[in-house]
């Protein structure tokens, strides 16, 4: 699976930014897709989550209320929206593909198996 992401960009606090992940290669039924950050000097965070099939989605509290993610099945591709933007949310943006089932929290980066090159997301303040 390859996984590209995209709609990164510099941006004031307060702005909106649409990021998007298309997935090809190869086409799954289940498992889910999520976004993770990654700020200079900070560990990898969880920011959302979805899975594949029944659209369920899981949030960081960092972003609950600010950040909506959603899917296109039929094109393989996901969405996250994130409103509010504020400095801290600043970060290298990543998103993940995780095939089949697993009992790995989605909140965790080793539940994923796959992983886009990143996108960089920068809010001014």
């Known amino acids: 699976v390859q996984l590209q992401a995209s709609g990164g960009g510099v941006v004031q606090a307060g702005d909106s930014l649409r990021l998007s992940c298309a997935a090809s290669?190869?086409?799954?039924?289940?498992?889910?897709m999520g976004w993770f950050r990654q700020a200079p000097g900070k560990e990898r965070e969880f920011v959302a989550a979805?899975?594949?099939?029944?659209?369920?989605?899981f949030y960081a509290d960092s972003t609950k209320g600010r950040a909506t993610i959603s899917r296109d099945y039929a094109r393989y591709n996901v969405i996250l929206q994130m409103n509010s933007l504020t400095p801290e949310d600043t970060a290298q943006y990543y998103c993940?593909?995780?095939?089949?089932?697993?009992?790995?929290?989605?909140?965790?980066?080793?539940?994923?198996?796959?992983w886009g090159q990143g996108t960089q997301v920068t809010v001014s303040s």
């Open positions: 993940a593909a995780g095939i089949g089932t697993s009992s790995k929290s989605l909140r965790t980066a080793s539940r994923y198996d796959y």
């Open positions: 290669g190869r086409t799954f039924s289940s498992g889910a």
């Open positions: 979805i899975t594949w099939y029944g659209g369920d989605t």
